[in-house]
């Protein structure tokens, strides 16, 4: 069973909608990150927490909200979609003091 | 925010060629990583190289830290079409608790 799920894995809606991903580790990492991934531009940081009374914004945080549920869950919502928002999302897990990030298999969103 | 600049973008070669990916910031890090990502799945840590100057061979694969710890470089020789994906530089911030990514350069190893 993968360590880092995703769910959804793709998604298509249309702008003004409310999404939610969740991501889900069974690795006990405290640390979890939200990136986007769009061609030429890598992996940007959209929130990271590192643990569950943690939240702070990355480098493109806005348009996006994000909630800890549970140590093993980090969800991330767009308030209201856009179709710039259409990229691959991934969630990330991470160890304290350690610098190794492990990825999820993303979700791919295409807003309309 | 400190940005690391990956070239090239993308790279076409035929099986058994060599190859080098560059990855430059004007910004210090503490450490640099190197991942890798096929499709539909998401990227994988490769190697963290930590004290500059530091080289780190993974089979064909050669990692080289800048003495300055700006810089770094992928060196794949004799490329196989197994080696086809996306790699991805991550340089570790210096307060430690973030990753800046690279753009990414996407490789193709054709047989």
């Known amino acids: 069973d993968a360590d880092v799920t995703q769910t959804p894995r793709n998604r298509i809606t249309k702008t003004g909608k409310r999404i939610m991903l969740e991501c889900s580790q069974t690795k006990g990492h405290d640390r979890m990150y939200w990136y986007r991934q769009d061609p030429g531009l890598g992996l940007r940081l959209i929130y990271y927490?590192?643990?569950?009374?943690?939240?702070n914004k990355g480098e493109i945080s806005d348009g996006y909200s994000v909630s800890r549920q549970a140590q093993a869950k980090f969800s991330l919502s767009l308030e209201s979609a856009i179709p710039n928002q259409t990229a691959l999302y991934f969630c990330?897990?991470?160890?304290?003091?350690?610098?190794?990030?492990?990825f999820g298999p993303g979700t791919r969103l295409t807003v309309l | 925010t400190q940005l690391l600049e990956q070239s090239p973008q993308f790279l076409s070669i035929q099986e058994g060629e060599n190859l080098t990916v560059y990855c430059n910031s004007s910004?210090?890090?503490?450490?640099l990583q190197w991942y890798r990502q096929e499709p539909g799945e998401g990227p994988v840590l490769l190697v963290t190289?930590?004290?500059?100057?530091e080289v780190k061979k993974l089979k064909r694969l050669t990692f080289q830290f800048g003495d300055a710890r700006k810089d770094s470089s992928l060196h794949i020789t004799a490329a196989q079409p197994g080696d086809t994906g996306l790699y991805l530089c991550?340089?570790?911030?210096?307060?430690?608790?973030?990753?800046?990514f690279g753009e990414g350069t996407q490789l193709t190893v054709n047989p």
């Open positions: 927490s590192f643990d569950v009374k943690d939240i």
């Open positions: 991550a340089g570790v911030e210096t307060s430690g608790s973030r990753l800046t």
């Open positions: 910004s210090v890090f503490s450490s």
């Open positions: 990330a897990t991470g160890l304290a003091g350690r610098d190794t990030q492990y």
């Open positions: 190289v930590v004290t500059g100057g």
